[in-house]
């Protein structure tokens, strides 16, 4: 079936850049999305692109799609100790349903 | 600000036990969801429902049954609990054109 993979965990220094990468496989998908979870919090909206865009930019954050790899990453700049959270990529698909990675542990080290 | 709270935190139930999940949410949103969130799983849909009284399968419906019969509040039934069903689960709501989800805070179920 379809899936949405992303590696589980990475660990960078403060002040690094993180590199979040994704990969999905519905070629159908209208909107692709990177959620942030923070300890004991549900899942918050941090940034979307649209299928037809390859990159945006948003503060410290710029998402890459990849359509004909069916790849979407997400850099963060400066990477915080605050930034230390669980990463999800998820992809949108038939109007109603939304397909998530397993979700990547970003560790961030003083 | 969207608002989706669910109703307990931390959950113990028996196995056998009939659960209860209750999600609210204050926007109005035509959409609502249930996913379970395991370690390595990433989020796994259970059940949506886009209106009153209608209701869709996800991925992972076995065991579990959903009611919906107010626009703003969507439950989770677990029949008869089992070990296998403890974990977090999350509700989310969205609106109908579906921009954005918007998750409650989980409750935490653990089944002993």
């Known amino acids: 079936g379809e899936d949405v993979e992303q590696s589980l965990f990475l660990s960078v220094r403060e002040g690094d850049s993180s590199v979040i990468n994704c990969t999905y496989t519905?070629?159908?998908?209208?909107?692709l999305y990177w959620y942030k979870q923070e300890p004991g919090a549900g899942l918050q909206l941090l940034t979307y692109?649209?299928?037809?865009?390859d990159m945006k930019q948003d503060q410290r954050l710029t998402v890459l799609l990849n359509k004909k790899d069916k790849h979407l990453s997400l850099r963060i700049a400066d990477t915080q100790t605050g930034d230390s959270a669980i990463y999800f990529c998820?992809?949108?698909?038939?109007?109603?349903?939304?397909?998530f990675g397993a979700g990547t542990r970003l560790t961030v080290k003083p | 600000d969207v608002k989706v709270t669910q109703s307990s935190r931390y959950l113990v139930k028996r196995t056998g036990e009939k659960v209860f999940l209750e999600c609210v949410q204050d926007?109005?949103?035509?959409?609502m969801f249930w996913y379970r969130q395991d370690p390595g799983l990433g989020l796994r849909l259970i059940y949506f429902?886009?209106?009153?009284?209608?209701?869709e399968k996800g991925d992972i419906p076995e065991g579990y049954s959903v009611s919906r019969e107010k626009k703003e509040r969507f439950s989770l039934i677990l029949e008869s609990a089992s070990t296998n069903q403890t974990s977090m689960y999350l509700c989310?709501?969205?609106?109908?054109?579906?921009?954005?989800?918007?998750f409650g805070q989980g409750t935490r179920l653990t089944v002993v």
């Open positions: 429902s886009y209106d009153v009284k209608m209701k």
């Open positions: 998820a992809e949108a698909y038939n109007n109603n349903d939304m397909r």
């Open positions: 926007m109005d949103h035509e959409n």
């Open positions: 692109i649209f299928s037809n865009m």
């Open positions: 519905d070629s159908s998908s209208t909107y």
């Open positions: 989310a709501s969205s609106p109908i054109s579906y921009f954005e989800a918007f």
